[in-house]
């Protein structure tokens, strides 16, 4: 009898993620938090130590006709520290593992870290580490980052209680529609070389796909402002699936306002330009790198009149009903996307 097969795709990402940490035990009370959140916290005495690792590969995550390698660099990066700022820490080094096939040179490589090194002395963290080998053809870069934060501080997915106001920073869908604007770009490059890229126009938008930023800016004045956050989780794959993660994690369902969502004015244009709806690239495009927590009602106070923080909706619970009321006042339900990669 042939050996049973069954597709990774029918399972989807967090099915995958659910089953590995399903068949996972934890042996050392240092472990404080395994799979299941941002980064994983580790009781290092008076404060936790954080660990997080992300891979970038090429021709899934990136597309070298339009992604300069100085900007993969500073990515690659990004993504990590944001990881630890979802934590509510601070990220201290990076280890770097690269895998570079002979189709790159000495400059490409380079480039690679000039964008390294240029995030690395922005958000303050050191290189530290890691690992070379040669790739048959792409390019893959993985980073893991390290970092801390005071053990009463460190915020979970899973602290939020019944009634909590759902915050986000920034505005969302943008880099979605940047990598549309970079992809309709590069067709258009294809069929007529002469063509030069139209970017300008679309500048705020590309460079949200290209070069996005860990928002370690929010996350330093809520500590220096002592802001108790119930739970956070930073936003890379797409509003919709990240409030999914949040509910879950903390045992409760969401309630959202669609017109409460942050969506910049360039994003909303190009996304009606692509016939795409402005809400959905905010909810499924993904990539934004903002941040998504949650503060107790008696909280609000403190916030309300913060410029770069939005208000949402609140949770609620009953964790099997996770809804958005439409600018219409429809209620719809919010359905986890991810898995763009399978
Ligand atoms: P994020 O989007 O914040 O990077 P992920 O969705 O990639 O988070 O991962 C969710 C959780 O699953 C994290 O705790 C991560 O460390 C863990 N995880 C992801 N892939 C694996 C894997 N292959 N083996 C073990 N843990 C994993
Ligand atoms: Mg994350």
């Given at each position: 009898m042939a050996a049973e097969r069954t597709e990774i795709a029918g399972l989807g990402e967090f099915g995958l993620i659910d089953r590995i940490k399903s068949s996972t035990t934890i042996q050392n009370l240092t472990s404080l938090k395994g799979i299941g959140d941002d980064a994983a916290v580790i009781d290092i005495g008076t404060e936790n130590l954080l660990v997080s690792t992300d891979m970038l590969l090429e021709g899934i995550h990136f597309d070298l006709s339009y992604m300069p390698l100085q900007h993969l660099g500073y990515k690659a990066v990004a993504v990590n520290v944001s990881d630890i700022a979802a934590m509510n820490g601070k990220p201290e080094q990076i280890v770097i593992g690269l895998a570079i096939s002979n189709r790159f040179s000495l400059e490409a490589v380079d480039m690679l870290y000039e964008g390294i090194q240029a995030a690395c002395?922005?958000?303050?963290?050191?290189?530290?580490?890691?690992?070379?080998?040669?790739?048959?053809?792409?390019?893959?870069?993985?980073?893991?980052?390290?970092?801390?934060?005071?053990?009463?501080?460190?915020?979970?997915?899973?602290?939020?209680?019944?009634?909590?106001?759902?915050?986000?920073?920034?505005?969302?869908?943008?880099?979605?529609?940047?990598?549309?604007?970079?992809?309709?770009?590069?067709?258009?490059?294809?069929?007529?070389?002469?063509?030069?890229?139209?970017?300008?126009?679309?500048?705020?938008?590309?460079?949200?796909q290209l070069k996005p930023e860990a928002r370690m800016d929010v996350i330093h004045e809520l500590i220096e402002k002592n802001i108790p956050l119930t739970s956070m989780i930073?936003?890379?794959?797409?509003?919709?699936?990240?409030?999914?993660?949040?509910?879950?994690?903390?045992?409760?369902?969401?309630?959202?306002?669609?017109?409460?969502?942050?969506?910049?004015?360039?994003?909303?244009?190009?996304?009606?330009?692509?016939?795409?709806?402005?809400?959905?690239?905010?909810?499924?495009?993904?990539?934004?790198?903002?941040?998504?927590?949650?503060?107790?009602?008696?909280?609000?106070?403190?916030?309300?009149?913060?410029?770069?923080?939005?208000?949402?909706?609140?949770?609620?619970?009953?964790?099997?009903?996770?809804?958005?009321?439409s600018k219409i006042g429809t209620v719809v339900p919010i359905q986890a996307q991810g898995w763009k990669h399978f």
């Open positions: 002395k922005n958000y303050k963290v050191d290189l530290v580490g890691g690992d070379t080998t040669s790739s048959a053809s792409g390019l893959v870069i993985s980073v893991t980052v390290i970092g801390r934060a005071a053990k009463d501080k460190t915020v979970l997915r899973s602290g939020a209680k019944a009634n909590d106001i759902i915050c986000v920073t920034g505005d969302l869908g943008a880099a979605y529609i940047g990598l549309q604007v970079l992809e309709r770009e590069k067709e258009v490059f294809q069929t007529n070389p002469e063509m030069q890229p139209d970017l300008e126009k679309y500048e705020y938008l590309v460079g949200r930073d936003i890379s794959d797409g509003l919709a699936s990240e409030l999914l993660h949040l509910g879950k994690s903390s045992g409760l369902g969401i309630k959202i306002f669609e017109d409460k969502i942050p969506i910049d004015s360039l994003t909303y244009d190009t996304s009606v330009e692509f016939k795409i709806d402005p809400t959905t690239a905010a909810l499924n495009g993904g990539e934004d790198y903002e941040l998504l927590f949650t503060i107790k009602p008696s909280d609000f106070e403190l916030l309300k009149n913060h410029p770069d923080i939005h208000f949402i909706g609140h949770t609620h619970n009953n964790p099997n009903q996770n809804v958005m009321i």
